[in-house]
């Protein structure tokens, strides 16, 4: 019973991890009905200027800030060049579009900072801690009090300030929105700069786990049955999506794994959400319906 | 047909024609709106009396023709565009916020008059405090104006469709605007829910001075409420002037009766 808790607490510590990537999607999502490919490459190009400029000798805190000043500039050139000349087209050229996007975000990133692998340290031990009787892991710990810093700021964003309430508004009727005054391209480069500093967080603890290199892009791949099974629209169903896949795939991997003689943990996470696609394809938390693409 | 618009005209629609692949919706179509007037289209479905609602805010744009509003020329006028100029609305569907509470529906209807910065929304700067004071103050009163106080924080998509009619009036209102659309505020209500909005249409143009744009079906609620009254049928003007004087035009009956000349 104590080795499944431990399992099942470091696999939902690990979903957190997931959830953070998939609330990147679900912010440009929402107000903009845009299904981002290119969330990977922000996580990768954010995590790799940041380690890039520590590498230099700038000091962490002046890093991070420059690092979210980059990708507001980055947000506002999207909106400018990609968002708006393609304003007004169906969802899946957006969606080509971002896909293009990943490419140029990957390949800028190459040009500018190499393809080195980095090591990434914050600090963090990444050692086993004994808690109440289970074995946690100190950094999954600090990764997951980042997270819940992170959801807290931006549920009191989204529901306390004026800002807020406009990206909603635009979330549920964007004409009615722009008829009362609403920009639309504001709206855009604020969600883009968001998901921009949301990736920059999921890079930073994703990176210090794994080093920053460009596999970084692959957790976008991950993200995916995040999104099915939590709904793309729902910041609450990111996590909740988050948690399962993480929870569910380290499971599989110690209960199921075995009988299949290998690594589960690679694939369990799709077969989840090709379930949820055939019972609940809009999600547990979502609330219209998905455009096939 | 084209014509000088009237001296004090706050919106002139000069020779506005628009088709939607080959279909027209509306053709070479021209009239005015006086400053403080509430002014009625009507016509039968289909007659084009949305469009041209979405032509004066900047959804739809004029294949040819313009629109002139407050003494500009406008060929191609954007969503946003008009709503910073002053032109608010509602929808015929209602287009609500169905998420948002009430009181967060009407506070976007400011949108328009917001100066403070988004970083010192985000940071919660004394300026965007001030603002946020001001504006809810702002919405708090139009929520008194049409007795929605009560349902505050009440989420919109679960209220009855009259009380969000009334939200969707209250969002076009707090902005102030100088000139409102409305487009069938009281389709689908009783007749006390109707006599209630009209009561509230009358209010908000002879209590704040609103210019009113009011498209309805109920022919006795258009002759009461109307200083003007113009009339569509498929997409060509076949009518304006007084209540009465629609009312007696043979072109008028005809077209509502479909017995074309």
């Known amino acids: 019973m104590q080795y499944f808790l431990t399992i099942l607490t470091s696999g939902l510590l690990a979903g957190i991890m997931y959830a953070m990537v998939a609330i990147g999607f679900v912010l440009i999502y929402k107000a903009s009905g845009v299904f981002n490919f290119a969330q990977g490459s922000m996580v990768l190009f954010a995590a790799l200027t940041f380690v890039t400029l520590t590498e230099h000798g700038v000091p962490f805190w002046a890093a991070f800030l420059a690092t979210v000043a980059v990708m507001v500039v980055g947000a506002v050139l999207i909106e400018r060049l990609v968002l708006r000349p393609l304003a007004d087209r169906s969802p899946l050229t957006l969606f080509m579009a971002t896909l293009g996007l990943s490419y140029v975000i990957e390949g800028l990133a190459q040009l500018l900072m190499g393809t080195d692998v980095h090591q990434l340290d914050l600090g963090i031990d990444d050692l086993p801690l004994s808690f109440a009787g289970l074995q946690l892991s100190q950094f999954d710990l600090f990764a997951s009090a980042v997270a819940i810093g992170l959801v807290v700021v931006l549920s009191v964003v989204f529901d306390r300030t004026r800002i807020g309430i406009s990206l909603r508004a635009v979330a549920d009727d964007t004409l009615a929105a722009q008829s009362i005054g609403i920009r639309l391209p504001v709206i855009w480069r604020i969600v883009w700069s968001v998901s921009g500093v949301v990736a920059l967080i999921a890079g930073l603890l994703w990176g210090a786990r794994q080093g920053v290199q460009f596999s970084l892009t692959m957790i976008v791949l991950k993200a995916m049955p995040v999104l099915i099974i939590g709904g793309f629209s729902s910041i609450a169903g990111a996590i909740v999506g988050g948690l399962l896949v993480g929870a569910t795939e380290s499971l599989a991997d110690i209960y199921i794994g075995p009988l299949v003689n290998g690594a589960v943990s690679n694939w369990f996470a799709y077969i989840l959400a090709v379930g949820f696609l055939l019972i609940r394809p809009s999600g547990l938390f979502g609330d219209r319906t998905i455009e096939r693409v | ?261």
């Open chain 2, 1 to 261: 047909m084209t014509g000088a618009s009237l001296p004090d005209a706050l919106l002139s629609v000069r020779d506005v024609s628009l088709s939607f692949r080959g279909i027209h919706a509306l053709t070479a179509l021209s009239f005015d709106i006086k400053r403080g007037e509430i002014c009625s289209l009507i016509g039968p479905n289909g007659a084009g009396k949305s469009s041209l609602l979405n032509l004066v805010n900047g959804v739809y744009w004029p294949d040819s023709g313009t629109i002139v509003f407050d003494g500009q020329t406008y060929r191609r006028l954007r969503a946003h565009q008009a709503a910073m100029l002053g032109i608010a609305r509602t929808f015929q569907n209602n287009a609500l916020f169905r998420n948002l509470s009430v009181l967060e529906n009407v506070l976007t209807g400011l949108s328009r008059h917001g100066r403070a910065s988004v970083a010192s929304h985000l940071l919660q700067l004394p300026t965007a405090r001030r603002e946020e004071r001001a504006f809810r103050e702002r919405a708090e009163d139009v929520l008194g104006f049409l007795h929605i106080d009560a349902y505050r924080d009440a989420i919109v998509g679960q209220l009855p469709y009259g009380l969000q009619k009334r939200v969707e009036l209250g969002r076009a209102l707090v902005s102030r605007p100088a000139f409102i659309l409305l487009d069938e505020p009281m389709a689908g209500m009783n007749d006390a829910e109707k006599a209630e909005m009209s009561r509230f249409v009358f209010d908000i143009n002879r209590d704040l001075g609103v210019t009113v744009l009011l498209i309805e079906h109920d022919i006795g609620v258009v002759m009461n409420v109307s200083d003007h009254v113009v009339v569509l049928d498929y997409g060509r003007k076949v009518g304006d002037g007084t209540p009465a004087q629609v009312r007696d035009n043979p072109d008028v009956i005809a077209a509502y009766l479909g017995t074309r000349h």
